[in-house]
């Protein structure tokens, strides 16, 4: 699903915090704005055990 909220794509160089916009370009400073949404989520994710494997050594060290 597509949000039509959408947030500056160089507010942490531009900006103290994330400008949100409906429109293509940032109303601050211009610059072209992405989706704000999160990826969707996949059960079927094929990569989830390599990325749940990752984390926990990570967390080990």
Do not use: F
Request: some cysteine.
């Amino acid at each position: 699903m597509k949000s039509d909220i959408r947030v500056c794509s160089a507010w942490r160089d531009r900006h103290d915090r994330p400008v949100y916009s409906l429109s293509e370009t940032c109303p601050e400073c211009g610059a072209t704005t992405q989706n704000s949404a999160p990826a969707p989520y996949n059960p079927e994710d094929p990569y989830g055990e390599y990325r749940r494997a990752r984390k926990r050594r990570l967390a080990e060290e």
